[in-house]
Structure formats: structure tokens, C-alpha cells
């Protein structure tokens, strides 16, 4: 069995799936939860034997709410919150609830179609795919609209830094705050912009990736403000998407860090503009949808969950924890129920 951080430090593959479950109101969750938590193991041993050259992996993140409700231990990973909406003058980061998020990663689809399946077959009677977004590497790792994505990501031994929970949070040491947006770009009016304007957008080449210099780089560029400096860094996922006969056509925002604090930081910038005002004009062309916050555990705390020996990690070496009021579902969800 791999133990350890689950796949966050890996690149990411040529083909994926993203998916985010809410649990349906009432329903017997936790024993289907344990059965996930077990499947998402099985499922990643199973394609390190079977496939080791196509870097297929399923990585599972849970909500702030799907963590109390699960009864899950307490206290929480330091930083778990339900996102709040970032509200700027012009544009908004909302907020959509999420409970589960699955993001299925490899060089062949079939592997990625075969794992959504099986999680499929196990959640869909407790819990509802509300997001599915099949995203595909474009060209030389490009977004849809044409600047390539992720330039900026930490590599070697500088992803597991900006990628894990360190000694801050011991309990949760290894594990990862995952975020995640769905943007849909208008894609008509972006390509109606001249190169050279386009590039001012992005404050990078179109062509060559190079980034502009500061004397040159708009102040509003996505470069500019989404960068928050070599010691706020996140390892990047993303990937776009397209559907012809709905005419979306986006990238799914992806983010693993060490804190989420770095990704807040981002979205203000973003947002609410730096000075305020000053947003990111990369939002005039692009809309997002979704919003959600995950802790990802460790393959060890996936094997503790997927047993419910949870309980016994969590508050005994941890005399400050107390009960937290668990967000409004109903009784049936309640802890006391479900252990």
C-alpha cells in the first residue's frame, strides 16, 4: 500500500477528470465514506502495478461540512474553512458548495473514465455529481485561450514545500489544501484582441512564454497580480476544457498548497486589485463559476478513515480540541448518528 501525501506533487497528466460530490440530505454516509476512502487506495495501487508509465492517480479532497458531518477528527486542519466570496468592485470569486472532489489524472482516459466509474458506482446513492469537467493538455500546455499555464510553478524539492502542510499543523502534517475554480472564458472576445493586447492581458509572449518586464508589464496583467512573490507559491493543475455544443469554453483552476492563505492572497490581488480597483484584467474575458475549498489527507489518514479508526487520532493528544457546531443539515446526519 503507498503511503504518504496522496498525488498532489506530481505533474499533471494529459487527460483528466474533476469531479465534486455534495451528499445527499439524510443519506447513510459514513459508511459509504469509509468505502471511498478504502477505494481511493485500491485505485491508485492499482494503476501504479498495472500502468506505471501513465502517471494515473485519483486524488480525493474533502469540505469543510462534509468533515463535520463525516464526524472526521478535530481538531480540524488549521486552515479548512468554507470559502467566502470574494466580492470587488467589478468581479466576484464566489462560493459553491462542495463536499467531495476527485481529481482522476493520466496519460490515457481510459484509466481516468474507469476510475470516475467506480467512484460513481459507490457515492451516487448517497451523494450527487454536481461538476464534471473533462480537461485535456492543449498543445505545449496552453490554456484555451493560447498563453501557456503554470510557468510559474515551484519544481523539485520546492513543490513539496509549497505543496504540503509542514510542522505547523503535526496532525496534518503531509496533507494539502486543495482549490478549486471553473472558469469559462469568452473566447470571442479575447481573439478579438490584437497579439500585443493580449499579451498586455496575460504580461507575458505569446509565443516564447517569456514574461514582460516590470517596465513594460501592465500593473493589472495576470502576471503581475496573481504572482505574489517567490515565498507564496502553489503547485498549479490546471487544465482547459471545451464543449462545442454548449460553447464553454474554459480552464478548470487548480490549486495544492501548504496554506491557503497563499491562494486567498492571490484572489484579492486578483479580484479585489492591488491597489484596490487595480483587478486582474484577465477577469474581463473570464467568469468563474465555482469556488470550493478541500483538505486533502495522506494516504495514512485515507487508511485511518477508511477503517474509522479516525476517532482515535484525533483529540487524545489534542486536549484543546473541543466540538465544533456543525453546519446545518439534518438530524439524520447528526455525529451521534453516524458513529
Excluded at 193 to 211: A, H, N
Excluded at 293 to 310: I, K
Aim: aromatic fraction near 12%.
Amino acid at each position: 500500500m503507498r503511503q504518504g501525501p496522496q498525488d498532489v506533487l506530481g505533474n499533471h497528466g494529459t487527460n483528466t477528470i474533476f469531479t465534486v460530490w455534495n451528499f445527499k440530505e439524510g443519506a447513510p454516509i459514513k459508511e459509504v465514506f469509509q468505502r471511498i476512502c478504502a477505494l481511493v487506495i485500491n485505485l491508485n495501487h492499482s494503476a501504479y502495478v498495472r500502468f506505471p508509465d501513465d502517471n494515473a492517480s485519483c486524488i480525493m479532497g474533502i469540505g469543510y461540512s462534509a468533515w463535520h458531518w463525516l464526524d472526521l477528527p478535530k481538531p480540524l486542519p488549521k486552515e479548512l474553512e468554507e470559502f467566502e466570496p470574494i466580492v470587488g468592485s467589478r468581479y466576484t470569486a464566489v462560493s459553491t458548495k462542495g463536499d467531495l472532489h476527485f481529481h482522476l489524472k493520466g496519460s490515457n482516459s481510459s484509466i481516468c473514465y474507469d476510475m470516475a466509474a467506480d467512484i460513481a458506482k459507490v457515492l451516487s446513492p448517497v451523494a450527487d455529481c454536481v461538476e464534471e469537467v473533462h480537461g485535456f493538455r492543449y498543445w505545449d500546455g496552453r490554456s484555451i485561450l493560447g498563453f501557456v499555464d503554470g510557468t510559474e510553478n515551484p519544481e523539485s524539492n520546492l513543490r513539496e514545500y509549497f505543496g504540503l502542510i509542514g510542522d505547523e499543523d503535526e496532525v496534518y502534517k503531509g496533507g494539502s489544501y486543495l482549490f478549486v475554480q471553473k472558469y469559462i472564458h469568452d473566447l470571442a472576445a479575447f481573439k478579438a484582441l490584437p497579439v500585443e493586447e493580449q499579451e498586455k492581458v496575460f504580461g507575458r509572449y505569446k509565443d516564447s512564454d517569456v514574461e514582460m518586464t516590470d517596465d513594460i508589464k501592465p500593473q493589472n496583467s495576470h502576471s503581475a497580480l496573481a504572482n505574489v512573490g517567490d515565498d507564496f507559491k502553489i503547485i498549479r493543475d490546471n487544465l482547459p476544457f471545451g464543449n462545442m455544443s454548449t460553447n464553454e469554453m474554459g480552464t478548470y483552476f487548480i490549486a495544492y498548497a501548504s496554506t491557503f492563505n497563499t491562494v486567498k492572497l492571490m484572489l484579492n490581488n486578483m479580484f479585489i486589485g492591488n491597489p484596490p480597483g487595480n483587478y486582474d484584467r484577465l477577469l474581463d474575458f473570464s467568469t468563474a463559476k465555482t469556488g470550493s475549498l478541500f483538505f486533502v489527507p495522506t494516504m495514512d489518514m485515507l487508511d485511518d478513515f477508511s477503517s474509522g479508526d479516525e476517532e482515535t487520532t484525533s483529540t487524545e493528544n489534542h486536549p484543546e480540541a473541543v466540538d465544533t457546531v456543525l453546519p446545518k443539515n439534518d438530524g439524520s446526519l447528526g455525529i451521534g448518528s453516524l458513529k
